[in-house]
């Protein structure tokens, strides 16, 4: 393993433990899965590794990182860390690459939400995304469960 990809990994669970001691319940509910584990080569693998990282910054309607992020952002962000330029908009970011039924979903996919799309995350696997989801809470694993899917991509 690259040293920058293991600080980033240690970087990763430190920061979410320390986030899971302090903010109760509902964070430490959704174990953070670490950047290293993240398996695969591909586009959407290296930038899920990069989303990783940004686990427990601040949400922020229109912020697109390093500091805060709201959920098109942090995509823009994690897959510019790859060499790969996206839109700032969920919606635009819904229609580019190819399609994903949600029975082959791999880390990496992007999963919208919403009719029209108005919601991203980077799937993290077990039906989990990692997003940037709404004021007062911070980049963070979920559940994708109850979330209404729109659709999904692979860049």
Known sequence: MGTRLFRAAVTSAMTVLALAATAGPALAATPAAPAASIAGSNLGGAALRAALTQQGKPYVWGAAGPGAYDC?????????????????????????????????????????????????????????ILHASTTGQPVKISSMKGMPFHNARRL
């Open 72 to 128: 098109s952002g942090l995509v823009q962000w994690a897959f510019k860390q790859t060499g790969r330029a996206l839109p700032h908009n969920a919606a635009m970011q819904s229609t580019l690459g190819a399609p994903v039924a949600p029975s082959q979903l791999r880390p990496g996919d992007l999963v919208f939400f919403y009719s029209p799309v108005s919601h991203v995350g980077i799937y993290v696997g077990d039906g989990r």
